[in-house]
């Protein structure tokens, strides 16, 4: 940071001048004092100068978005998304007056989509999704009548669907899901009341398990992503209200612990504030958690990058698309994808890419 004057500096005044005549005295010290003044301004401009440049060079926001093929479904929000073998898959969701059960193939290296095999269940909105073992698993969400608990589990190489086991909690939509160490995780959302139990399916027994319930309050419409074997769960709304707190879930010792609060803490030097909210998309690329868009007061475009190493966030370069809650995202490679979502009065279709460090074109 820039600061003002030097504290137990001392400024150099010069020999005291003799003059010919009392006469003058007085102007010739006058200009002489403002000579002196101008000197130390000289001095001291570029050292500030300096501190501003280091101070951008520290808070410089990288990341560069870039569009990519539209999604070739039809518009929708509240869709799911999860990734296998290098690739993404997209599905379900509305168009704000249908549902569906179609479910989208994307190839990041061709930079196209491909149709699968439809999921097949009802259609629904605000379900979830998870990898565990080779497989992704899809259920719970909200047929537009029922809140539902049913679950299915996608085969890559087969292109087909496998009723698994209900999940065993409550029936419910706008829960949160995590995939760690081959096993799924499911907690929090809506069943009429908002929830905070957590529940582990194991597809080599294809069981539920309950497990201690999430650490902070009950919520729905949280984030949640996986690092270093460790899920995160953050965010979110309860009883109308934006959360502000962060929890790390350890699989091993089944622990909750509080990470930094998203808030603006002077004490520690840090300022969170700006990143919860909820209805967000979140992705992960090598190691790092990101989460964006969404809504706090207004529909949102900035992301954020979460380094589990130090429990940090720095912001990433403002998404370029439409600020938009219900999104899809994922991480394939060294990229985080978004897409699809709405603005409120329209459903999109449109398909991001981001490149985390590389500089903004």
């Not at 030097?6 to 200009?31: C, D, E, N, Q």
């Not at 706090?296 to 979460?306: I, P």
């Amino acid at each position: 940071m820039t600061q003002g004057p030097f504290p137990g500096a001392t400024v150099w005044r010069g020999p005291r001048l003799s003059l010919p005549t009392p006469t003058y005295s007085f102007p010739i010290m006058k200009h002489a004092r403002v000579l002196l003044w101008l000197l130390l301004l000289a001095c001291i401009t570029p050292l500030l100068s300096c501190s501003d440049d280091d101070t951008d060079a520290d808070t410089e926001i990288v990341g560069d978005w870039t569009s990519r093929s539209q999604f070739e479904g039809l518009a929708r929000n509240s869709a799911v998304s999860f990734t296998l073998n290098g690739k993404g898959y997209v599905g379900l969701g509305t168009d704000g007056v249908d549902r569906f059960k179609d479910f989208w193939e994307y190839t990041p290296g061709t930079n196209t989509w491909r149709q699968v095999a439809d999921f097949p269940g009802a259609a629904r909105i605000q379900a979830v999704a998870f990898t565990a073992g080779g497989k992704g698993y899809v259920g719970t969400g909200y047929d537009g009548t029922n809140k539902l608990k049913d679950f299915y589990a996608y085969d890559p190489a087969a292109n087909k669907w496998t009723k698994v086991a209900d999940f065993a909690g409550t029936a419910r939509y706008g829960a949160v899901a995590l995939g760690i160490e081959d096993k799924g995780y499911v907690g929090t959302g809506y069943d009429g009341n908002f929830k905070k139990d957590f529940w582990q399916y194991d597809p080599s027994t294809d069981q539920w398990t309950q497990k201690p319930s999430f650490g902070g309050n009950k919520r729905v419409g949280a984030a949640a992503f996986t690092l270093h074997e460790t899920g995160y769960v953050l965010a979110g709304s309860d009883n109308d209200l934006i959360l502000s707190d962060m929890w790390a879930y350890n699989p091993a010792t089944e622990q909750w612990t509080e990470r930094h609060s998203l808030t603006n803490n002077t004490d520690e030097d840090y300022d969170y504030s700006s990143v919860p909210r909820t209805s967000a998309s979140t992705f992960v690329v090598n190691n790092r958690g990101f989460i964006a868009l969404g809504t706090n007061g207004g529909y949102l475009t900035s992301c954020w990058e979460y380094n589990p190493d130090d429990d940090t966030w720095v912001a990433k370069t403002t998404f370029e698309g439409a600020a938009r809650i219900q999104a899809v995202g994922f991480g394939l490679g060294d990229y985080g994808y978004l897409g699809l979502g709405t603005t409120g009065s329209t459903r999109l279709d449109d398909f991001w890419q981001l490149s985390p460090d590389a500089e903004s074109e």
